[in-house]
């Protein structure tokens, strides 16, 4: 990626704006965010993680724990027994996400409640559509 200054062209660096907004859709995702926080507490397997992650379904599950792993946000290890045994486990940098995201989340559910109220209170009104 480049951005032009001035007509001149230079490459993407590490405070371009277009980067950090990647970074933030790949890791700022519901399933991502909740994946990390259980994770939180040490590895888990797979199955641990789906019971864990209400409505996740499998392939959205393996798709977001991929995209994680290639972000370097958690690692996967396989152990060769029979059944292959697969764990996830958060690097030292998925840790710090853990702790950039956990006052958010805390925040949506203490909140939970009063969202829900004002989604009822804001779909029972008469007239709901943009001016």
């Known amino acids: 990626m480049s951005g032009a200054v001035g007509g001149e062209s230079r490459p993407a660096g590490p405070e371009d ?3 950090a907004r990647e970074v933030l859709g790949i890791v700022g995702d519901k399933w991502s965010l909740l994946i990390v926080r ?3 507490q040490g590895p888990r397997r797979f199955t641990e993680l789906k019971r864990a992650v209400d409505g996740i379904s499998q392939r959205m599950l393996t798709v977001t724990l991929r995209g994680l792993e290639r972000d370097g946000i958690l690692t996967r290890t396989v152990r060769n027994v029979m059944p292959p045994h697969v764990s996830y ?3 030292p940098m998925g840790r710090t996400l853990r702790e950039a995201t956990a006052p958010l989340l805390e925040w949506s559910l203490t909140h939970l409640t009063h969202i829900d109220a004002a989604r009822t209170a804001y779909d029972a009104r008469p007239d709901t559509s943009p001016a």
Do not use: A, G, H
């Open 38 to 40: 259980n994770l939180s």
């Open 17 to 19: 704006p277009c980067q």
């Open 89 to 91: 486990e958060l690097t």
